[in-house]
């Protein structure tokens, strides 16, 4: 493996770091993903408990597949990717020069890069 120069280091940190911009703490997101999980599948297993009570109130044979096919679908919960680095400094970057709260000419420099890295990841 070759080794790489700062600036091709640089690019791939942009290119494959993620970054959480849901708007969330970083320790509630890592708590709401197991709970949001765990909440799915209670609602799976309570309507599969439900079906077999509807099952046995009708004296039918209970078998696993007829469980499985009788309980209702409970909706579906996904986890979502984070977005790339490079992404959410160009947006802080483009934020900051819209609010005036950076100086103009270092951070111009920063956002054309940005920019140039965002017109090359959308080809």
């Known amino acids: 493996m070759r080794k790489r120069s700062p600036q ?41 408990q439900l079906a077999l009570e509807r099952l046995r109130a009708f004296g039918g044979a209970m078998d696993d597949s007829e469980v499985r096919f009788a309980r209702r679908g409970t909706g579906r919960w996904r986890k979502s990717a984070d977005t790339p680095l490079g992404e959410v400094v160009a947006y802080k970057l483009e934020r900051r020069a819209e609010l005036g709260a950076d100086a103009a000419p270092p951070n111009q420099g920063r956002l054309e890069h940005l920019r140039r890295y965002r017109a090359r990841r959308r080809s």
């Not at 959480?20 to 297993?45: F, M, T, V």
């Open 8 to 48: 091709e280091k640089k690019q791939l940190s942009y290119l494959k770091d993620r970054r959480n911009d849901y708007g969330e703490n970083q320790k509630s997101s890592r708590k709401n993903i197991p709970r949001s999980r765990r909440a799915r599948h209670h609602a799976l297993r309570r309507g599969e």
